[in-house]
């Protein structure tokens, strides 16, 4: 069945960055139109979709110890990718933005749109996606900071230029969003449902955007770049399996034990492909949204494989 789920919504990512390529190469999306794409998201869908992700979000005495666990696991499985990352850039000798895109896409992965359907196919009593969001939000809080600056880098910009970015309409969607969940005030319906409906529309909007990508490349120069496939083994495999083997030990001489749903979903969330919205933002920072769009595409097909080996080693090694 899990494998089912995964292939059906790669299977939709294709199918929407294809109609991305057909309206691109008809000249529906111009250049024109696909930077206003970049800026609607970045400003409008993307900061809704963050909001209503957060806000969703209502931890109780139950599963605050699960939740605690995939939180702080999730926060050191990002920083694992990420000197990973920093490895992987120093050994292939990429340089400026193509070294930036590189190490923030090893870091982040396509959690919400892959992860969410999966995990509520996986585990229908909603335990598994409510985990799936507090690795979404913990992944958050690495984007709009620590991902922020890696966009930056390189870059000679002043102080008050790089605080103008880091202060954005993401990390006040993120910042409020946060707040909400702390004062404990449920949205009334008539809010929630269009500001959630809105948000939904960021991986569509995105989708069309990284098909039109694509269309400006060669489909034989996608499949060149040797890093995308360190990445991909990095990211999807060597990375999860390390993190596993630490859970293993802390199991067999600690005793340390989370629930089933909680220990899948941090594992196969940290080993999610790349992250759609990187591309996109990768265009809004003016870094390398090529290498981005390759490294989407590649480790999507690659997750075809890895993620249901991971899944399968999660039950035969530590269940």
């Known amino acids: ?17 294809v109609i991305g390529v057909l309206a691109a190469k008809f000249r529906i999306i111009t250049e024109e139109v696909k930077n206003s794409i970049a800026k609607l998201v970045f400003n409008v869908t993307l900061p809704l979709l963050i909001f209503s992700s957060v806000t969703k979000i209502s931890l109780n005495s139950d599963v605050l110890r699960n939740s605690l666990f995939v939180f702080v696991g999730g926060a050191i499985m990002i920083t694992l990718l990420f000197l990973s990352g920093e490895l992987n850039r120093r050994i292939l000798r990429l340089k400026g933005a193509t070294g930036n895109v590189h190490v923030i896409h090893t870091m982040f992965g396509n959690v919400a749109f892959l992860g969410y359907p999966l995990f509520s ?3 229908p009593n909603g335990e598994g996606l409510f985990y799936a969001v507090i690795y979404h939000f913990t992944q958050d809080i690495f984007i709009w900071t620590l991902g922020i600056v890696l966009f930056q880098k390189g870059k000679n910009m002043k102080l008050k230029e790089k605080l103008i970015h880091l202060l954005n309409p993401n990390t006040i969607a993120f910042s409020v969003g946060l707040i909400w969940i702390l004062i404990g005030i449920p949205l009334p319906s008539l809010i929630k449902e269009p500001l ?9 909007l995105a989708m069309l955007y990284v098909g039109a990508i694509l269309f400006e490349q ?3 120069g996608i499949f060149a770049k040797s890093s995308v ?15 596993l083997s630490i ?3 802390l199991k067999n001489h600690f005793g340390l034990v989370f629930t089933n749903e909680a220990t899948m979903v941090l594992l196969m969330q940290g080993a999610m492909p790349c992250m759609t919205m990187i591309v996109v933002l990768a265009r809004r920072f003016e870094s390398d949204d090529v290498l981005a769009t390759q490294n989407f595409f590649v480790t999507s097909l690659l997750s075809l494989i890895t993620l249901p080996l991971i899944f399968e080693s999660i039950n035969f090694f530590y269940f």
Do not use: E, N, W
């Open 121 to 123: 196919a996986l585990f």
């Open 196 to 204: 959630a409906g809105m948000g939904q529309t960021t991986i569509y």
């Open 218 to 220: 060669p489909l034989k």
């Open 1 to 17: 069945m899990h494998q089912q789920v995964i292939i059906h919504q790669i299977l939709i990512l294709s199918f929407l960055a």
């Open 247 to 249: 859970l293993m030990f």
């Open 229 to 243: 496939y360190l990445l991909g083994f990095t990211k999807m495999l060597a990375i999860p399996f390390l993190f």
